[in-house]
């Protein structure tokens, strides 16, 4: 394989997961509690993305949307409007 085939493939496997975290994220979040160590996700995916992919602006857009995702509890159609 080439490596930007790989590289493809590792990335796709980082948004689910991230996507996947912050469904849960969402859904097991209530008035009371804080998210913890998952609030720290979207600037890290952020960075991460931006190294990866050297295209800044679209590593800042969905470490915001990843953000919006996860107080909205997780559901994306709310999380585009929010963001």
Do not use: E, H
């Amino acid at each position: 394989m080439k490596k930007g085939k790989i590289s493809s493939i590792a990335l796709v496997v980082i948004l689910i997961i991230v996507f996947a975290l912050a469904a849960y994220a969402g859904a097991t979040k209530t008035d009371d509690s804080s998210f913890g160590w998952v609030s720290l996700l979207p600037p890290v995916l952020a960075i991460v993305l931006a190294f990866l992919t050297k295209q800044v602006l679209l590593s800042l857009f969905l470490g915001i949307f990843i953000g919006a995702m996860m107080l909205n509890g997780g559901n994306p159609f709310y999380g585009f409007l929010r963001t």
